[in-house]
């Protein structure tokens, strides 16, 4: 049947009219009705039996957090005045969020780290990942989506191996030959990748200096005795 904001069958519903209690938070957190209208978009007005909650949260749920509404105590009332009880099972909605977190990639070594040149960079997906298209991930893919290069100068590329251990959610990216002491890296990871929920990653990059190791040498031929 149509309910009511007023106990006198007027009105129609608002935001102050349902809870949020037991609330499991994951990265979403502090939830809270932003509002309440039609299917389609339109005000309340009374009698209503279909209406749609519309909820905000502090952070993107990743889909491990559990959300139960439910009426407000004397707040929605039906032609005769009568309230909804908001203790009853039946009235009570608890839902689990849908993941709508897009994955993050955590560089190793560290963004802006000196490195050597000898250096593998690990960069580790905060879920599984796959292609755009569902697809698994392979080497002509990451070869396709990561890049090094130089930036202290024509942004000259710098060759490599990549692998993906889908066990850890790992890309390991081994440069082929040793980086040039003293020089500016970037490395990056295209856009190209989303998790199992269909969230797409976006460019993640980090930047490094490559340390110089080579002890100082004498010029000989520019020597005088």
Known sequence: EGVYTNSDGSEGLNTSDFVI???VEGNATNPSIE??????GAILNGNETEIRIRLDFTGDPDGSEIISLRPAANEVFDDFSNPTDASHPDNEIVKTLNDQLAPTITFSP????LIYPT???TLTASEPIRLLNNGSI???????????VYTDGNAESIPFDATYNTTDNEITIDPTYDLDELRQVRVSILDSLEDFSDNQMDIQTADYTVRDISPPMINVDLCSL
């Open 138 to 148: 392979t080497y002509v893919d990451l070869n396709n989506m990561i890049s090094i």
């Open 110 to 113: 560290a963004n802006n780290s």
């Open 119 to 121: 250096e593998q960079f």
């Open 21 to 23: 209690y037991n609330f």
């Open 35 to 40: 509002s309440i209208d039609t299917w389609v």
